[in-house]
């Protein structure tokens, strides 16, 4: 973890998160009195833009993903591996490559919630704390970073595959709007595939919308042994 938090690309794009949730928050909509639950509400608005949907495939990757492109290219992991055991490597890098995509927008959804609280609720007229809206908005944040973790996953086993730049980077936002794109004009009762249901959970998944956390485990699941898997192979020619 230490070296993740030492990388300037992670705050880079937890800059960029938070930044996009300022310019989508819905500052015009401040007319007193507010009613109650009015920063939930706000800050649900920021987290369901546009803009944010669009941002994901790009600020998640953008970490890590092509760490092992990097790596392998300036000659570091040949030398590295002769310290570290093939699985020890694995273990570390799929970790801080999920984590890479997961926290930029965890860290920037966190800070603007709390600024959210500061700000706009002391406005609002007295009442109880909606925390059941609140606990709705902490589970709609974990599913755009968890999204935001596979992303870099996938980034990685395109980077680990093809060993360029280019692809590491591009492919997860090619594949992303192409998941769109098919489930809008083909597809258009296959909401599983649709990369904003993953986000906003507004079709039945099940009881307690069960279903869309057993699908993240088991995508993120399937991406880190493909990766690992990859890397592996790679290690193996080294």
Same mark, same amino acid.
């Given at each position: 973890?230490?070296?993740?938090?030492?990388?300037?690309?992670?705050?880079?794009?937890?800059?960029?998160?938070?930044?996009?949730?300022?310019?989508?928050?819905?500052?015009?909509?401040?007319?007193?009195?507010?009613?109650?639950?009015?920063?939930?509400?706000?800050?649900?608005?920021?987290?369901?833009?546009?803009?944010?949907?669009?941002?994901?495939?790009?600020?998640?990757?953008?970490?890590?993903?092509?760490?092992?492109?990097?790596?392998?290219?300036?000659?570091?992991?040949?030398?590295?591996?002769?310290?570290?055991?093939?699985?020890?490597?694995?273990?570390?890098?799929?970790?801080?490559?999920?984590?890479?995509?997961?926290?930029? %927008?965890?860290?920037?959804?966190? +800070?603007? !919630? #709390? /600024?959210?609280? &500061? =700000?706009? $609720?002391?406005?609002?007229?007295?009442?109880?704390?909606?925390?059941?809206?609140?606990?709705?908005?902490?589970?709609?944040?974990?599913?755009?970073?968890?999204?935001?973790?596979?992303?870099?996953?996938?980034?990685?086993?395109?980077?680990?595959?093809?060993?360029?730049?280019?692809?590491?980077?591009?492919?997860?936002?090619?594949?992303?709007?192409?998941?769109?794109?098919?489930?809008?004009?083909?597809?258009?009762?296959?909401?599983?595939?649709?990369?904003?249901?993953?986000?906003?959970?507004?079709?039945?998944?099940?009881?307690?919308?069960?279903?869309?956390?057993?699908? %993240?485990?088991?995508?993120?699941? +399937?991406? !880190? #042994? /493909?990766?690992? &898997? =990859?890397? $592996?192979?790679?290690?193996?020619?080294?």
């Amino acid at each position: 973890m230490k070296e993740l938090l030492k990388e300037k690309a992670l705050w880079i794009s937890t800059v960029i998160c938070f930044a996009a949730l300022l310019a989508a928050f819905p500052f015009y909509q401040i007319e007193l009195p507010l009613g109650t639950g009015s920063f939930v509400k706000m800050y649900n608005v920021a987290l369901d833009s546009q803009i944010v949907l669009f941002l994901l495939p790009i600020a998640s990757v953008l970490p890590m993903g092509a760490i092992y492109v990097k790596e392998s290219s300036s000659g570091f992991l040949r030398l590295y591996i002769t310290r570290i055991s093939f699985m020890e490597y694995i273990r570390k890098k799929l970790l801080q490559i999920y984590v890479s995509g997961f926290l930029p %927008f965890f860290l920037a959804g966190g +800070a603007t !919630l #709390l /600024l959210s609280f &500061l =700000l706009i $609720y002391p406005m609002e007229l007295q009442g109880e704390m909606p925390w059941e809206e609140v606990w709705k908005s902490c589970r709609f944040l974990l599913r755009v970073s968890l999204t935001g973790g596979i992303l870099a996953q996938i980034a990685g086993i395109f980077a680990a595959f093809f060993r360029n730049y280019y692809m590491a980077y591009g492919l997860p936002f090619v594949c992303y709007y192409m998941l769109t794109i098919l489930k809008e004009r083909y597809f258009t009762d296959m909401y599983a595939m649709y990369p904003a249901e993953w986000l906003k959970c507004e079709q039945d998944w099940g009881v307690d919308s069960l279903g869309i956390w057993v699908f %993240f485990a088991f995508f993120s699941a +399937a991406a !880190l #042994l /493909l990766h690992g &898997l =990859l890397l $592996y192979n790679r290690l193996r020619e080294i």
